[in-house]
């Protein structure tokens, strides 16, 4: 009888059936079924790293008490955003999934950590060749003698050279790139992604060096690749932004080592990604003169207060389908406002043609930012502008009522830091910011139509 186990995994959520199925149970795709090798007739050999550090590790129970505590070992990046995001510095032993879009800038970032750090660091590219990274590294003005630069896929080889060279931080780029032997599939498939990334986590436990993989996802965020490790790794690194803008997002969608409210912020520059440290002073433009349909939106991204430009243009429609466009919000959320506006407002938004433009290329999902959104289309109706030292905090009911949100004081004292003189938030948000003394004046609102008498009459 054979020895080679087959199974049909899907491709879209990495789902595994023994048959093939034309739709996918769990996410529903058609035709995504592809039949992979899951082992090998000749089984797995011993691990590489079985002797890494001459202790020979056997299967063994111990009391809790016997464990020594590692929690405390961290080595400290010089990348304060990607510390941050981490929960205070790179874990020993731990195993991070960086999943972004090609082309964001996954790779700049985690060669010029690498290039930063004093321990020896390996970094493994699958992708690259020795020649563009050491170009990339030039651009970046980095160089370092502990650093060391592996080309390779096979796991097995990458296992080989990680024994000699005992490095103190293994990053792979991308895991998609890699292969282990003990799977026939090709690379890039669901079984061998999973594999390959099982692998890195037992030798991330046992021998307690931190790995990062790397891997990337499309559009939708949805491809199987690094979805299907989500659960296998501590922490989960997600990168977001425009790739025509400047501004990334590094976010934590999980982690076992600290919270997932953390956020980093970077700008891509000549030179390589540069954490910002004061975002929201970047995100507002200084403008001489103050133009319709700009309002300002304290929000708040993870715990980090974030003031941002909300540019919105209603111009009469042209063609008989009203258009609505937007960059960085939810388009269902603006369809909502819009709605919210004709009914309570009696604005006629459904001959308009309206666009909307979040500042700096970003996506935000926080719903504080509905107040500003509503009051930059309110002014480029009425093509009046607001005051630049007005913002905004606040989430519109489909009633037209201003609903609280959280961490008010948060936001206003970073509004205030920036020299805003007024905000304008939820009469419901008023107990929770009655004890703190601001020089900010915070106007309380209850119903959108209160806002549009204070700003517009
Ligand atoms: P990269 O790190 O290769 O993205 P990923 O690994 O996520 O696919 O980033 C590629 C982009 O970054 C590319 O469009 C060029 C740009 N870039 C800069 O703008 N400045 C730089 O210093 C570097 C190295 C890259
Ligand atoms: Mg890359």
Redesign the pocket.
């Known amino acids: 009888m054979s020895k080679i186990k087959k199974a049909y995994f899907c491709q879209h959520c990495g789902y595994e059936s023994v048959k093939w199925v034309g739709q996918c149970p769990s996410c529903g795709q058609w035709n995504s079924f592809v039949e992979e090798v899951v082992q090998k007739e000749n089984g797995k050999s011993k691990n590489g790293w079985d002797d890494y550090d001459g202790k020979k590790r056997a299967g063994r129970t111990i009391t809790l008490s016997e464990v020594k505590s590692s929690e405390e070992k961290r080595i400290v990046t010089e990348d304060a955003e990607l510390n941050r995001v981490l929960g205070g510095g790179i874990v020993s032993g731990s195993l991070v999934l960086v999943a972004g879009e090609?082309?964001i800038g996954?790779?700049?970032l985690f060669l010029q950590n690498g290039l930063w750090l004093k321990e020896p660091v390996l970094y493994v590219s699958g992708?690259?060749s020795e020649q563009q990274i050491k170009m990339r590294a030039d651009r970046l003005g980095l160089h370092n003698e502990n650093f060391y630069l592996l080309t390779e896929t096979s796991t097995q080889v990458i296992f080989e050279e990680i024994r000699k060279l005992k490095p103190r931080l293994v990053i792979v780029?991308?895991i998609q790139t890699l292969q282990t032997p003990f799977i026939e599939s090709s690379a890039g498939s669901i079984s061998q992604i999973r594999e390959c990334a099982a692998e890195f986590q037992r030798f991330a436990k046992e021998t307690d060096t931190p790995v990062f993989l790397?891997g990337?996802i499309t559009k939708d965020g949805n491809i199987a690749g690094p979805k299907v490790l989500e659960h296998m790794v501590d922490t989960v690194l997600q990168f977001e932004g425009d790739r025509h803008y400047a501004y990334r997002i590094l976010r934590t969608l999980k982690n076992r080592f600290g919270s997932t409210a953390e956020l980093g912020i970077y700008e891509m520059g000549e030179n390589g990604m540069k954490g910002v440290a004061n975002p929201s002073e970047i995100l507002i433009t200084q403008k001489e003169e103050q133009l319709s349909g700009i309002a300002i939106a304290a929000t708040l991204e993870g715990v980090r207060p974030l003031l941002i430009e909300v540019q919105a243009l209603v111009t009469q429609s042209v063609y008989g389908t009203p258009q609505r466009t937007v960059t960085g919000f939810d388009l269902r959320r603006l369809q909502l406002l819009l709605a919210v506006l004709e009914k309570r407002g009696g604005f006629h938004f459904g001959v308009k043609d309206v666009f909307l433009n979040i500042a700096g290329g970003l996506k935000v999902e926080d719903p504080s930012i509905d107040l500003a959104v509503l009051c930059a289309l309110l002014s480029s109706y009425e093509d009046v502008p607001l005051s630049q030292h007005i913002c905004f905090a606040g989430e519109v009911g489909l009633s037209g009522e201003i609903r609280a949100v959280n961490r008010i004081e948060q936001r206003i004292a970073e509004a205030e830091k920036l020299g805003f003189e007024k905000i304008i938030v939820s009469r419901y948000n008023q107990k929770g910011i009655g004890k703190q003394k601001f020089n900010i004046e915070v106007v309380t609102m209850a119903r959108v139509e209160e806002v549009y008498q204070y700003l517009f009459n």
């Open positions: 090609p082309g996954k790779s700049t992708e690259e780029d991308s790397i990337h």
